[in-house]
């Protein structure tokens, strides 16, 4: 995963729509931090770029670089587990 990709959920996962869970087929994931916030913008459309920017309007005073691996790592963690594809 790249600051370029534009990564998307994997079909059949989903967010549940009032817990920060993420519905996958073979159970359910725990969401922490701002784990859930970060999937709800992988919309499929926006670069991890884009993500790492809004995060950065969001939370002012962040850390880009820092906000950079987080998401990159949070990424390619799920990436990996098939519960999002780039």
């Known amino acids: ?3 370029n990709s534009i990564p998307r959920l ?3 996962c989903r ?3 009032t817990e920060s869970v993420l519905l996958i087929p073979e159970g359910t ?3 922490t931090g701002p784990t859930r916030e970060i ?11 884009a993500v790492v920017g809004d995060l950065l ?5 962040a850390d880009e670089i820092e906000v ?3 998401v990159l790592d949070l990424l390619n963690r799920l990436q990996q587990r098939g519960v ?3």
């Open 39 to 49: 999937l709800t913008m992988l919309d499929g459309t926006r670069n991890v770029s």
């Open 68 to 70: 950079q691996k987080d």
């Open 1 to 3: 995963m790249e600051l």
């Open 10 to 12: 994997a079909p059949g």
């Open 57 to 61: 309007h969001q939370y002012e005073g």
């Open 29 to 31: 994931l725990n969401l």
């Open 84 to 86: 999002i594809r780039a």
């Open 15 to 17: 967010l549940h729509p």
